[in-house]
């Protein structure tokens, strides 16, 4: 009897609990799609704000999950940019790059050679395209695929070369961009 009466009271305030659950608005993604999008937090302590210049250099090293997902850098510039776009953030104050080394580089390989190595269609590449129209500046260290033997012509032809992805970590630092490294 003990045992049936805290089960009971268990169950009413977990369901009592559903009550206060907080009914919030679907994400928005009006920039990139495929990635995460923003949900506006009212009264949020910080929230995007359109006289802000937003100078970020995203450090792209991680390979996705599965070779059918995007890149998790590419996911991370992408809600970004989401972020500010749904933030009313003027395109001039919002200075983003990308530069991908390491395991990532597989992700920004052109259609042919990617399928060649996967057996899918690549998914980066449109979202690739929609960063670069975003302004997003797209880099790839040119030491790794020089270590790797990797051809530059063989990946997407949104991306420029660099010479190293920590020269350009240092550079852009250098220039009060922040890092955030995926």
Known sequence: MVVKTLVLVALVFLFSLAGFAQNW??????????????????????????????????????????PDNILPVINAAGG????????????RNRQLAIVFHGPAVDGILDNAHFRAKYGIDNPNLKVLS??????????????????????PKILSPDITVASDAYLVLINYQNRGYAVMLF
Do not use: M, W
Not at 82 to 90: A, E, R, S, T, W
Not at 141 to 151: M, N, R, S, T, W
């Open 130 to 151: 929609s960063l670069k129209q975003q302004g997003v500046v797209l880099l790839v260290c040119g030491q790794h695929l020089a270590a790797e033997h990797i051809d």
């Open 80 to 91: 970004v940019l989401n972020d500010l776009v749904v933030g009313k953030v003027p395109q």
């Open 25 to 66: 608005p679907a994400p928005k993604a009006p920039a990139i799609p495929e990635a995460d999008g923003y949900v506006v937090i009212p009264h949020a302590a910080v929230a995007p704000d359109p006289k802000t210049a937003y100078r970020v250099i995203f450090d792209g090293t991680k390979a996705a999950a599965k």
